[in-house]
């Protein structure tokens, strides 16, 4: 595996908010859901996921920059040399400095602590396995809604990870018992996943509620009526006031984010944006000869402030 400083393309001095910064960029670009069935951006992401799931933990990037583990979390083999090199090795070897060479001491420690000094059993000590993070990006609607998402580690398992409705982002879920193995048998430790969540075409998250900019014709900003509008959960109807100007915001109760735990449901605040569209001559007509009961300015304010 490359470099992850390399691969997430920051200095090995970055911050923990330059490699997020980093990783969310090269999330956008390389999303398997927006490029479907391109296997090289699949590739890049997998490996930008990985690369940002080692530097984002402290512990982690301290070891990798240390050398005590390689770019995919993995400690180095110990050598049987150095082994033999140590105060052990010159201890029992031949030609020892011991007067005698193997001494009763020597003798001692190797074989009493081998079977306990024939006493009694040693007792097995469990230490659980590690804490492993890794890093999914879930779509805008599956951290607002709620989804099962699966995420491939780096050895290859298979997750199906349940996202909770109103997950935000950074949130970090726990997998009990899908982290590092123990050598030994006891518990493995737990994975924790932190969570990034894709853009959105036209919906942005504010806490619980959500806005979106919304697209409607000269002809509905001025008389008024009846439209759909996109909600997180499904189309509904909304009621345009006639005359209402660009950027007149609407508010569609309840339908932000929708109510988890102690948490309400949110708001879905729904902003005007008024489109022309193409030349209309009959428009133009209408606007030369156009003569309003009451005219306004709508740069006053900006030219009272020069």
Same mark, same amino acid.
């Given at each position: ?161 349940? %996202?909770? #409705? /109103?997950?935000?982002? !950074?949130?970090? =879920? $726990? @997998?009990? +018992?899908? *982290? ?59 009621? %345009?006031? #006639? /005359?209402?100007?660009? !950027?007149?915001? =609407? $508010? @569609?109760? +309840?339908? *932000? ?50």
């Amino acid at each position: 595996m490359d470099d992850p400083y390399k691969t997430l393309g920051v200095p090995r001095d970055a911050s923990q908010d330059d490699i997020r910064k980093a990783f969310r960029k090269l999330a956008k670009k390389h999303h398997p859901d927006l490029n479907p069935g391109n296997a090289k951006a699949e590739e890049l992401f997998k490996n930008a996921s990985n690369a940002n799931e080692l530097l984002s933990d402290p512990r982690k990037r301290g070891q990798f920059d240390r050398g005590e583990i390689d770019a995919v979390g993995h400690e180095p083999q110990p050598s049987y040399r150095d082994q033999a090199d140590g105060e052990a090795g010159r201890r029992y070897a031949r030609g020892s400095e011991q007067p005698n060479g193997w001494n009763d001491d020597a003798f001692s420690d190797l074989f009493g602590s081998m079977f306990n000094d024939a006493r009694q059993p040693a007792e097995a000590v469990y230490v659980a396995g590690r804490d492993e993070r890794f890093s999914l990006t879930a779509n805008f609607l599956s951290a607002v809604n709620g989804a099962t998402s699966r995420l491939t580690l780096p050895d290859g398992r298979v997750l199906d990870v349940r %996202i909770p #409705p /109103g997950t935000s982002e !950074g949130q970090v =879920l $726990r @997998l009990q +018992g899908q *982290g590092g193995l123990c050598s030994n048998g006891g518990p493995s430790g737990d994975a924790l996943i932190e969570i990034q969540i894709a853009p959105h075409l036209f919906f942005t998250r504010d806490g619980q509620d959500i806005r979106m900019d919304l697209p409607v014709s000269l002809v509905e900003a001025v008389l008024g009526g009846q439209i759909q509008v996109p909600t997180p959960t499904g189309p509904v109807h909304m009621k %345009i006031v #006639p /005359g209402s100007d660009n !950027g007149t915001t =609407l $508010r @569609l109760r +309840g339908r *932000g984010v929708p109510a988890h735990g102690a948490k309400p449901a949110g708001q879905l605040y729904v902003k005007l944006r008024i489109v022309i569209g193409a030349p209309d001559a009959a428009l133009e007509e209408f606007l030369r000869s156009w003569k309003p009961e009451h005219s306004t300015n709508p740069r006053r304010v900006m030219e009272d402030s020069l």
